[in-house]
């Protein structure tokens, strides 16, 4: 299965800035999500991104909020801009393991973010 | 929107089997039936997925009704460390087919 790294692991950051989180796959995947997990609640898919190409947004996501970037097989980074205290939550990485049955799908440990 | 329904919460008792639900009326025929979960400050953890057969690893099994709309996930000797969020989702399970989740049951292994 993929081995799936993020950074940073969490961070505290003041309202107005952006923080650029890292994603690091240990293999080659063609496709990498990020999910958005706010306190006490279930994972929220923000968008798909293939390399090589845009990423795809989930409605109520945009690219200005949420800028994506995805240079290679094994490497993408989620942007979360003019933070404010709503955007504190977990961001978490997924990679789709097309070497897996089906297509399955593995998860990084997650970005704890709190914005003050 | 999730496809799929669950309990809030359960709870069991170490060392019993514990014995999870899952609704989901409207599966296609293509679609699978897939299980994670989640331990606190963790990412999601891929379980077991079926068909139409029901399925067994070294984790858990899964039965799955004939009907297919509705799934039963068994922890069969459930200890402190299954306490968790259980996700029970729907997908084709192609290349295109993201993983949309639901609110999940939130399992509590008791001592």
């Known amino acids: 299965s993929a081995v799936i790294s993020q950074k940073p692991s969490r961070d505290i950051c003041q309202r107005g800035t952006s923080l650029t989180i890292q994603c690091q796959v240990d293999?080659?995947?063609?496709?990498m999500f990020w999910y958005r997990q706010q306190p006490g609640q279930s994972l929220t898919l923000i968008a798909t991104?293939?390399?090589?190409?845009?990423?795809?947004?989930e409605s109520g996501f945009v690219i200005d909020k949420f800028p994506i970037s995805r240079p290679n097989l094994t490497f993408s980074t989620l942007t979360v801009s003019n933070m404010s205290p709503e955007d504190s939550s977990i961001y978490l990485c997924s990679v789709e393991d097309g070497r897996e049955a089906l297509y399955e799908q593995f998860f990084g440990p997650g970005t704890r973010l709190t914005v003050l | 929107d999730a496809k799929t329904t669950q309990p809030p919460s359960m709870d069991c008792a170490e060392g019993r089997a514990a014995n999870l639900p899952c609704n989901h009326s409207?599966?296609?025929?293509?679609?699978?039936v897939y299980w994670y979960r989640q331990i606190h400050s963790q990412g999601p953890q891929y379980i077991i997925h079926?068909?139409?057969n029901n399925e067994t690893n070294e984790m858990a099994s899964l039965i799955i009704t004939e009907d297919r709309k509705s799934s039963t996930l068994i922890l069969p000797h459930a200890t402190l460390r299954d306490t968790a969020v259980y996700y029970c989702?729907?997908?084709?399970?192609?290349?295109?087919?993201?993983?949309?989740f639901g609110k999940g049951t939130r399992l509590h292994i008791l001592p």
């Open positions: 293999s080659q995947v063609t496709m």
């Open positions: 079926g068909l139409k």
């Open positions: 409207t599966i296609s025929g293509n679609e699978y």
């Open positions: 991104a293939n390399q090589g190409s845009e990423a795809t947004y």
């Open positions: 989702i729907v997908r084709v399970g192609n290349r295109d087919d993201k993983i949309i």
